[in-house]
């Protein structure tokens, strides 16, 4: 296959040297596209370099700060473009175990279309975060996989794996969620286009370098996002029931 991994990034100078470096040896065939949203600290020009000491990586410059989902639209787009049968989304941060890129890419050759690396499976599970952190992450997820009807455990994970075909029927442009609300919305589209979702277990770390991304208002996106999806389903569903409910019965 050929594979692209989508590593977007915002003031990541310190964490991108040593999230590279285990993602390169972990997935040496892999294409690396790092996606800079005008980082002010540099991270633009050190992927640059990066970029110019190896052949297998590439750096798209966005003009400014759009949020992680319009990051990954334009890379998937760019992927998409350039001929790439597998996409892979990455964080810069160090919090994905890179081993978790063969082990998906193993899945979407066996017939997968979206291949989950998650955290709320057996053999799955987050290091260095306190009690509190898992309970948000746990009881979010667990509102999103309820009011969506989706057997997925980890709707927030961001180490997944997508097919290109899959990506394809996903209508990207429709796409406008932010943060980490636009893992779940393409976790439900990827259901709606009738894909095989399977998730594999990995270990996630809090990041070693750098600081957090996350504020109020993405998880407030989060929430409202879901519930608005969620209501829209319930919509649906009953406007269905009722039609069919119509319908003659006999001749």
């Known amino acids: ?49 990066m970029a110019a000491a190896d052949e297998r990586v590439d750096v798209l410059h966005r003009s400014a700060k759009e949020g992680l989902g319009a990051a990954y639209l334009h890379g998937m787009r760019v992927a998409l473009e350039g001929g790439a049968d597998a996409v892979v989304e990455f964080d810069a941060d160090g919090s994905h175990p890179a081993d978790a890129v063969p082990r998906m890419l193993e899945r979407l050759a066996d017939g997968a279309d979206l291949v989950i690396g998650s955290r709320w499976v057996p053999g799955g599970g987050i290091l260095d975060w306190p009690w509190y952190r898992q309970a948000i992450s746990r009881i979010g997820n667990l509102y999103a996989k309820t009011m969506l009807g989706s057997p997925v455990h980890d709707m927030t994970a961001g180490c997944r794996a997508y097919t290109a075909e899959l990506l394809r029927r996903i209508p990207l442009d429709e796409v406008r969620s932010q943060g980490y609300c636009f893992q779940i919305d393409m976790t439900r589209r990827a259901h709606e286009a009738g894909a095989s979702v399977v998730e594999v277990p990995i270990l996630f770390r809090e990041r070693e370098l750098g600081s957090s991304k996350m504020t109020g208002g993405i998880v407030v996106e989060a929430l409202s996002s879901v519930t608005g999806w969620a209501v829209g389903r319930a919509v649906r569903a009953a406007t269905e029931a009722l039609r069919f409910r119509r319908r003659p019965t006999g001749p």
């Open 1 to 49: 296959m050929r594979v692209v991994v989508l590593v977007p990034t915002y003031n990541e100078l310190e964490a991108l040297p040593v999230t590279m470096d285990r993602l390169l040896q972990a997935a040496p065939e892999a294409r690396v596209l790092i996606i800079d949203d005008a980082s002010p600290d540099g991270t633009g020009a050190l992927a640059d370099a």
